[in-house]
């Protein structure tokens, strides 16, 4: 199996890398159209900020190589953002893949970022049941609300998607390569879809 995980202005790329590696898995950190459509899997990892990312990804293409993906595409935090419709950080239209609007926390009692370890809930689909009430690594000021396309929820303050899926994109709010027992759980999941 040949991994493509896209190269571009984000960071925790190398963090990814080193769970694959781990993992014993063939990848390549990448930004080329090519190497990315010919790869079985693609892994889109992200820390960073929406607008100048999607700028960065538009000026070089890559917004349209990652819409038409037909191999099964996993999103991490910054990464699963993209995929959706909009995002509230400076007002940012992403790739709308999943026609959702990211939103900012609210609320005087939340500390923002939402830095720390949450349990997942109601895990379904493509998730190992098994993760249901383990605790992922969440790093993030933008949350994505529940959907119908929801996998896999959390709460801080108020339940959001922690999972999302459609079609051949799989998305993830937390990070699985800095959420140890289970996050591998959580690559290993994706890394078996075929679709």
């Not at 690594?137 to 994505?144: D, I, L, N, P």
């Not at 994109?169 to 390569?177: L, M, R, S, T």
């Given at each position: 199996m040949k991994v493509a995980v896209i190269k571009y202005n984000a960071g925790n790329i190398r963090s990814v890398s080193f769970a694959l590696e781990r993992l014993?898995?063939?990848?390549t950190i990448t930004d080329s159209e090519e190497e990315i459509r010919s790869a079985d899997k693609v892994i889109?990892?992200?820390?960073?900020?929406?607008?100048?990312?999607?700028?960065?990804?538009?000026?070089?293409?890559?917004?349209?190589v990652i819409k038409n993906l037909q191999q099964p595409t996993l999103g991490i935090c910054l990464g699963m953002q993209l995929m959706c419709r909009h995002s509230e950080e400076n007002n940012t239209p992403c790739l709308g893949i999943f026609d959702e609007s990211v939103q900012r926390f609210k609320?005087?009692?939340?500390?923002?970022?939402?830095?720390?370890w949450n349990a997942l809930e109601?895990?379904?689909?493509?998730?190992?049941p098994t993760l249901e009430r383990n605790f992922v690594?969440?790093?993030?000021?933008?949350?994505?609300p529940l959907t119908s396309q929801t996998v896999a929820e959390t709460n801080y303050g108020i339940y959001f998607s922690a999972a999302l899926k459609k079609n051949n994109?799989?998305?993830?709010?937390?990070?699985?390569?800095k959420s140890a027992a289970a996050g591998v759980k959580v690559l290993q999941s994706f890394l078996r879809q075929s679709d």
């Open positions: 014993g898995i063939d990848y889109f990892p992200g820390v960073g900020e929406a607008s100048s990312t999607m700028r960065y990804l538009r000026e070089r293409k890559l917004d349209e609320g005087e009692s939340l500390k923002v970022p939402h830095m720390g109601k895990v379904t689909g493509w998730l190992d690594y969440f790093v993030h000021s933008f949350y994505v994109f799989y998305a993830v709010q937390f990070h699985p390569e």
